[in-house]
């Protein structure tokens, strides 16, 4: 029976000579196939950074080590943060990355759907939304533009809430003047600036000294960055609007993503929506578990009825609705029956 000598064959069988020569109970170790670097803005602290490396190390294990990927917390230190990675993504420079929908939205614009004010009632049900039609109409935007969307892909944030130092938001009214950190994306900006604060773009890595110096009085994010950026350290009201979902949706660099094998695209596939559902659940308990710890911290809470929000924000619900055209907004109508 004739066998096929392959480089690999070759070199393991001259490895496992010398072993046995040495009277080693060694074997070789194959090399990786595929060597990916995956970007996220977390901490490694984070449920994200815990999902994605469990996640990679599945897949790892299940393609018998052929794929290999680095997972690197806070986008590696990249300057300019989540566009900057969202750019090294498009270009090759990183094949994977998990990024929020707003900043999605500056290269796809359906994708700012996934933000719309105070419209999911719930982390649970903006899940459902992503991982049904919608979702898979954002996924075809993605490949319009050149990006690959994993399907069962929306890791979760949570619901965004408003900490800051001025005074507590409880009204519309409430936010008048404040200057108010946002992410890139002109949703979250024309928001707020349709509620009376003045957005001022920085990011994710810049909150904490724009709250420390002064730059702005509040920033919006779910409870628990609080505690993974310290921001607890340097605001004092916390108000539970629950304005906007904010989720992670895991990307591909399309030329890489096309380029592999059907078995490794299915490994990772697999493996995918499993680790979105276990970061899903982790990162609700985080949440709920954040504001006890964070009131232990001195912050004062309070609730938020959102319907005058909704009523202020009526004129921008007419110009987003025609921003995003009529599919995506039906889709999204739909996803709140």
Known sequence: ???????????????????????AQTFAQPQADFRFV??????????????????WSSIKAETRGRVDTHVFARNNNIEGSDPAALRAL??????????MGGILGTVVPAADAQQMPFVFRSAAHAH???????????????????????????????????AGNKRPIVRPDDLLDVRMRVPAGQLVADTFKALGAEPIVINSDGIYPAL??????AQENPLQLLELFKLYEVVRYVSLTNHMWSGFNLIAHQATWTSLPADIKAAI???VPKSVLGQRRAQET??????????????TFNEVDSAP???????????????????????????LR
Not at 156 to 162: A, E, F, P
Not at 287 to 297: F, G, M, S, V
Request: a positive charge; charged letters at 20%; proline letters at 1%.
């Open 212 to 217: 420390q110096r002064g730059t702005v009085d």
């Open 128 to 162: 459902q939304a992503m991982d049904g039609p919608l979702g898979a109409y954002l996924r075809e935007e993605m490949a319009a533009k050149g990006i690959v969307g994993l399907r069962g892909g929306a890791f979760d944030n949570g619901m965004r809430q408003i």
């Open 269 to 271: 596939e697999r493996n």
């Open 90 to 99: 498009a270009a090759g420079e990183i094949q994977f990355f998990t990024v």
């Open 309 to 335: 929000f909704r009523e202020r924000l009526s004129g921008l619900y007419g110009s987003w609705k025609e921003r995003l055209g009529t599919r995506c907004w039906s889709l999204l109508a739909d996803s």
């Open 1 to 23: 029976m004739h066998t096929r000598l392959t480089r690999r064959s070759f070199m393991g069988t001259a490895l496992g000579a010398g072993c046995a020569a040495a009277g």
């Open 38 to 55: 995956q970007y996220h803005n977390q901490p490694e602290t984070s449920s994200l950074h815990h999902a994605l490396s469990g996640m």
């Open 286 to 299: 985080e949440n709920r578990a954040a504001r006890r710890r964070l009131a232990a911290q001195g912050l």
